[in-house]
């Protein structure tokens, strides 16, 4: 009778001293936490959790020092006063020219120059997640304080266990799965624009959603919400709309404020946008056609996470 998103939360008020306790969390599990005040909100951090264990972290933000600027599709990030700069290094200690470097659910970013060095400026102060990008390397995220009015220096090191891995020739038979097979073959009707799984492999995106950045007609934003993650919309005739989301053949009912918690860039086959009248009638009778769709094929088991990562 269909799918249910699920997108579970735990939520606490700090005391007088700023303290706060979450309890009845799942053990061996991994888990974004972020804070909020009025306007002010952290970056998201990744917290490793473990069965029977109490994990301490702390979390630091300044709503004075944060300016909410509302993107093109009317969601909001935070704007600030603290800088940030640095050199991204390879495991070898050597720096890397053309990394990117940003904050997390923002549109922040610097690419390195020849000598590895970035610089970020309007940033919100308090805890922060940094995401750097490298050719050849995994993209790894880490927290940061910053400082109004104040830069931080943080050196981004890439270590061994980032490293992808050298190509490997393998000489066999080619044998695509299902969902390439599909993905193949609508992309042959020659409507849409398709992102195939050679194009993710050579752009390493950190999720899904980075995909869609360069897709013409295309806008990622943020959501207002603390950690409510990006946006999606399509630009059309009538202005901005929030497209049909459709995961190996099945249409997700509402609007998927997160693409990037239902699948993971290491799953997808292949995607494809279809905006307005180029959209196929089997999705356009599901979406009733006036926006579009991103119709997302998934490799290995074919099948649609349940919610979450």
């Known amino acids: ?64 020092d944060t300016i909410a600027i509302r993107g093109d599709s009317g969601g909001q990030h935070g704007r600030g006063s603290a ?3 640095g050199v991204v290094r390879s495991p070898a200690g050597e720096p890397i020219a053309g990394a990117r470097v940003g904050l997390r659910n923002s549109d922040i970013e610097a690419v390195t120059d020849a000598e590895g060095h970035y610089a970020l400026a309007e940033l919100p102060a308090g805890t922060q997640s940094v995401v750097a990008r490298a050719i050849g390397f995994v993209p790894l995220a880490q927290p940061v304080l910053l400082f109004p009015e104040r830069a931080t220096a943080l050196d981004v090191h890439f270590d061994s266990a980032t490293v992808v ?63 409510g993650g990006r946006t999606i919309t399509l630009r059309g005739l009538g202005g901005e709309c929030i497209p049909q989301y459709v995961i190996d053949g099945v249409a997700w009912p509402g609007e998927m404020y997160d693409l990037d918690n239902f699948v993971r860039t290491d799953e997808i086959a292949g995607m494809a946008v279809y905006r307005g ?20 094929w998934t490799r290995k088991t074919g ?3 349940k919610g979450g990562r």
């Open 303 to 305: 099948k649609v996470r």
């Open 277 to 296: 009248i180029e959209t196929p009638f089997e999705y356009r009778v599901k979406s009733g056609g006036s926006c579009g769709a991103i119709v997302i």
């Open 165 to 227: 891995l050298h190509t490997v020739e393998v000489v066999g038979k080619v044998v695509f799965d299902r969902a390439t097979l599909d993905f193949r073959k609508a992309q042959s009707r020659g409507l849409g624009y398709f992102i195939d799984r050679e194009r993710i492999d050579a752009r390493q995106p950190f999720d899904p959603s980075d995909l869609l950045y360069a897709v013409p007609g295309v806008h990622v934003g943020f959501s207002s919400a603390a950690g």
């Open 1 to 64: 009778k269909g799918l249910v998103r699920s997108t579970p939360t735990a939520r606490a008020a700090t005391d007088a001293s700023g303290q706060f306790v979450l309890c009845d969390l799942p053990g061996d599990a991994s888990v974004d936490l972020w804070a909020s005040a009025g306007r002010a909100s952290t970056g998201t951090v990744r917290i490793d959790l473990a069965p029977a264990a109490v994990i301490a972290q702390s979390l630091a933000l300044d709503a004075g």
């Open 83 to 85: 800088r940030l700069n």
